[in-house]
């Protein structure tokens, strides 16, 4: 499975902001086992980009429509 991180997420997912899903993290409205902190980095799996974007429509952060973009 690729990680990424929450910076590159963001710009994948249309709309996101880094600090919109780090804070989504923070708050634990996203699963805080499935993106370990390596590094010192914040690493979001591929396969999560679609249920963040979720988390992030719930938050109001994006709008209703909104898909990742993953290629």
């Known amino acids: 499975?690729?990680?990424?991180?929450v910076s590159?997420?963001?710009?994948?997912?249309?709309g996101a902001k880094?600090?919109?899903i780090s804070t989504l993290l923070y708050i634990?409205?996203?699963d805080d086992?499935?993106?370990?902190i390596i590094g010192g980095r914040?690493?979001?799996p591929l396969d999560y980009l679609d249920g963040i974007a979720i988390e992030l429509r719930?938050?109001?952060k994006l709008p209703r429509?909104?898909?990742a973009n993953v290629r």
């Open 42 to 44: 914040r690493m979001i």
């Open 28 to 30: 634990r409205a996203l």
């Open 1 to 5: 499975m690729s990680h990424i991180t």
């Open 33 to 36: 086992e499935r993106c370990p």
């Open 8 to 14: 590159e997420a963001a710009r994948l997912i249309p």
């Open 65 to 67: 429509k909104q898909v």
């Open 58 to 60: 719930r938050a109001g």
């Open 18 to 20: 880094p600090k919109d």
